[in-house]
């Protein structure tokens, strides 16, 4: 059974930085599709960034200013966040899949994290 356990949420300047981890604690391998979601104050989660493969796709809003990663020997899912916006102030959640599709939709994954809260400050 995998767990999965956000950290570095915080508090930002906009266009400032900041670098969210997942441990993933379990069994993944290059097919297991991993991703960041994102729930801002009073809308529904949305999708941010996907990985499987080595293969990436962002939501629009954050392509060239977010990056998804992971570190193989540490298992931890990485999302670096950079030119950070106000509108990015959410709770943002990891999550894993094994589907057949890897897409910003919240169906493709089954396994998610507590979440961890990110605001930025204008």
């Known amino acids: 059974q995998v767990q999965l356990e956000e950290s570095g949420g915080g508090l930002a300047q906009a266009g400032g930085s900041l670098t969210l981890s997942c441990a993933i604690s379990g069994e993944i391998d290059r097919t297991t599709c991993l991703g960041w979601f994102r729930k801002p104050p009073g809308k529904t989660r949305e999708g941010v960034a996907t990985?499987?493969?080595?293969?990436?796709h962002y939501k629009d809003s954050v392509q060239g200013r977010f990056t998804i990663s992971t570190d193989s020997a540490k298992n931890t899912l990485y999302l670096q966040m950079d030119r950070v916006q106000r509108e990015d102030t959410a709770m943002y959640y990891c999550?894993?899949?094994?589907?057949?599709?890897?897409?910003?939709?919240?169906?493709?994954?089954?396994?998610w994290g507590q979440g961890t809260q990110v605001t930025v400050d204008s």
């Open positions: 990985l499987r493969r080595g293969e990436t």
């Open positions: 999550a894993m899949g094994r589907a057949n599709y890897c897409r910003l939709d919240e169906r493709d994954f089954t396994v």
